[in-house]
Every structure is written in structure tokens, then in C-alpha cells.
């Protein structure tokens, strides 16, 4: 079954720029996105089809997906910006997780 | 505006069975595929089931699959899940989803969840 992989936990200063990675076999050939979900809270969609963001979502968050690896990226982080980070695809009529990524922001 | 509200959550015997509901309402029902995603307590989010928005097509993730049925009724724009030989793995939150504009390959609105606990 397919797989995608990201790093458990991460750290940023205010105001820096945070780059998370979801890594996963050709995963460039499909389409990433990325759910923020902040503690108790449901997800929320921050990129799709690899580099579209949502109405209402911050200039700051971007994405990009090429060979193995998408990537979130989050320019100017915030306070508000610290929660777990889940990249998804599709692949072989199965939706597929990466196993989340905890940003903290200090 | 969106939304997507869960019932039919609660706790339930190792082996027994549940059935979810979510009521959808803000958006066109048939018109998008619907999934039920969970996340056990402390941990990530676990893909489950995703049905397409005519119903004909259902997808499953196999640590389900053969248990859980997913389903709708676009009369009543509902989403169901019937959960049957429940386990103690299956404990998590579980949120009801709406696919994007393209399908199946992302999801633009979740709703609040409902708690299911297979406990003795």
C-alpha cells in the first residue's frame, strides 16, 4: 500500500519560514494537499492540488510537489501557525495520510 | 455556508454495531464525493471510507473493509457509515468529509466529528 511520510515534530521562530515535507514513492505524478488541525479542533484544508490555496487561507502558506516529495511551506510563521500539518493524496482508490507533523513555533 | 453535522457516535460493545449519520446541507450533495475520515485519541488522521457523489462508486480502507458500509441518500443529503464487528482499534473520532471540486483527491470541508468508543 502506498505511503507518505513526514517528520513528527518540527520547530520555527516567529517570523521565519517553516518548510514541511510529506515524501512518498512518485508522489509528484499525483496531486498533495496539506490539512492544518489545531488541538481540539477539526482539520482545516491549507493547499490543494499541490499549490492551490483556499479562500481564506494566508498569502503565506504555498506548496509545492515534485519527484518524491511535496512540501508546505509557510513564509513569515506566526504564533497562530503552530499545529499539526497532515499532507494526503490519492492513490489506487484509496485516500492516503501522511502521518502528521507537529509545528511548533518558539 | 457549509456544513456537516455528525450523530450516531457513543460507546459500544467489542463486536457490536453503529451507525453514523452526517447531515450535510450549503452545497449541492449528489454533486461531491463524501468520506468518513477518524483519528484515534493522541493520533493522526485515518482515511476510512469514500463514496462518490451519485453513490455508484465506494472506496475502503482495508483495516474496514468487509465491516464498514458507507452510503447516502441525496433525498435526505445524508451521509451514513454502518459500522458492524466493532473493535477496540476502531476508538477514534470519527468526521465526516466533503470531497473537493475534483473528486477524490482532496477534502475542503470537515465537519465537528463524533466520538466512537468500543469498549467492554
Known amino acids: 500500500s502506498y505511503e507518505l511520510t513526514q517528520p513528527p515534530s518540527m520547530s520555527v521562530s516567529p517570523g521565519q519560514t517553516a518548510s514541511i515535507t510529506c515524501s512518498g514513492d512518485?508522489?509528484?505524478?499525483?496531486?498533495a494537499c496539506w490539512y492544518q488541525q489545531k488541538p481540539g479542533q477539526s482539520p482545516v484544508l491549507v493547499i490543494y492540488q499541490d499549490n492551490k490555496r483556499p479562500s481564506g487561507i494566508p498569502e503565506r502558506f504555498s506548496g509545492s510537489n515534485s519527484g518524491n516529495t511535496a512540501t508546505l511551506t509557510i513564509s513569515g510563521t506566526q504564533a497562530m501557525d503552530e499545529a499539526d500539518y497532515y499532507c494526503?493524496?490519492?492513490?489506487?482508490?484509496?485516500?492516503?495520510f501522511g502521518g502528521g507533523t507537529k509545528l511548533t513555533v518558539l | 455556508e457549509v456544513q456537516l453535522l455528525e450523530s450516531g457516535g457513543g460507546l459500544v460493545q467489542p463486536g457490536g454495531s453503529l451507525r453514523l449519520s452526517c447531515a450535510a446541507s450549503?452545497?449541492?450533495?449528489?454533486?461531491?464525493?463524501m468520506s468518513w475520515v477518524r483519528q484515534a485519541p493522541g493520533k493522526g488522521l485515518e482515511w476510512v471510507s469514500v463514496?462518490?457523489?451519485?453513490?455508484?462508486?465506494?472506496y475502503y480502507a482495508d483495516s474496514v473493509k468487509g465491516r464498514f458500509t458507507i452510503s447516502r441518500d441525496s433525498s435526505k443529503n445524508t451521509l451514513y457509515l454502518q459500522m458492524n464487528s466493532l473493535r477496540a482499534e476502531d476508538t477514534a473520532v470519527y468526521y465526516c468529509?466533503?470531497?473537493?471540486?475534483?473528486?477524490?483527491?482532496?477534502?475542503?470541508?470537515w465537519g465537528q466529528g463524533t466520538l466512537v468508543i468500543v469498549s467492554s
Open positions: 450549503g452545497f449541492t450533495f449528489s454533486s461531491y464525493a
Open positions: 463514496i462518490s457523489g451519485s453513490g455508484g462508486s465506494t
Open positions: 494526503q493524496a490519492w492513490d489506487s482508490s484509496t485516500v492516503v
Open positions: 468529509a466533503k470531497g473537493g471540486n475534483s473528486g477524490y483527491d482532496y477534502i475542503d470541508y
Open positions: 512518485k508522489l509528484g505524478d499525483k496531486y
